[in-house]
């Protein structure tokens, strides 16, 4: 081959990665996320903040408190979601927290998610305690996304604030 159709090979080749092996990222904001826990007594609650989908099943993990993998488990539904994929949630993952005591984290979510029947749940789990499967839960609309709303369990409520 001559130097020419080298270049046009290479050239096409990188004109093809370029138009097709980027995929662009969806919008999404950023809420800051906070989570009032109850005054109870015992270890750090582990806590998962899930994306549910219109069908209410799993989409996607948000954020997880706790992170010594060995108790996931014990956030019993949403480990039968992520158990089976183990996505790296390295990036996502804090503290436990323990009674009384308030997180202020920072989640993203695409825009497209809504006010389109998508759902947020928290489910808390406590060593030697309870598991509530849905402490808070709530359709993701652009009012309930504003609101603060009540736990069942082990989180007194759940505020969460758009960032600009």
Same mark, same amino acid.
Request: with cysteine; proline share 2%; net charge negative.
């Given at each position: 081959?001559?130097?020419?159709?080298?270049?046009?090979?290479?050239?096409?080749?990188? &004109?093809?990665?370029?138009?097709? +092996?980027?995929? /662009?990222?969806?919008?999404?904001?950023? *809420?800051?996320?906070?989570?009032?826990?109850?005054?109870?007594?015992?270890?750090?609650?582990?806590?998962?903040? #899930?994306?549910?989908?219109?069908?209410?099943?799993?989409?996607?993990?948000?954020?997880?408190?706790?992170?010594?993998?060995?108790?996931?488990?014990? &956030?019993? $539904?949403?480990?039968?979601?992520?158990?089976?994929? @183990?996505?790296? &949630?390295?990036?996502?993952?804090?503290?436990?927290? #323990? +009674?009384?005591? @308030?997180?202020?984290?920072?989640?993203?979510?695409?825009?497209?998610?809504?006010? #389109?029947?998508?759902?947020?749940?928290?489910? #808390?789990?406590? $060593?030697? /305690? $309870?598991? *509530?499967?849905?402490?808070?839960?709530?359709?993701?609309?652009? $009012?309930?996304?504003?609101?603060?709303?009540?736990?069942? +369990?082990?989180?007194?409520?759940? @505020?969460?604030?758009?960032? /600009?």
């Amino acid at each position: 081959m001559n130097r020419n159709k080298i270049f046009k090979l290479i050239a096409s080749v990188f &004109i093809i990665v370029m138009l097709f +092996g980027f995929t /662009q990222k969806p919008d999404s904001s950023k *809420y800051k996320c906070m989570i009032q826990m109850t005054n109870y007594t015992g270890e750090g609650a582990y806590i998962a903040i #899930s994306l549910l989908n219109p069908d209410g099943t799993y989409e996607k993990t948000l954020y997880i408190h706790g992170d010594d993998d060995e108790w996931y488990s014990d &956030i019993t $539904e949403w480990w039968n979601f992520y158990g089976k994929n @183990r996505n790296n &949630i390295d990036a996502i993952t804090g503290a436990t927290i #323990s +009674g009384g005591k @308030r997180s202020i984290i920072s989640i993203e979510i695409e825009d497209s998610k809504i006010d #389109s029947g998508y759902k947020i749940r928290f489910e #808390s789990a406590v $060593e030697d /305690q $309870e598991y *509530y499967k849905d402490d808070v839960e709530f359709e993701l609309t652009s $009012e309930n996304i504003k609101a603060k709303t009540e736990g069942k +369990g082990f989180i007194r409520y759940v @505020r969460m604030i758009p960032q /600009q």
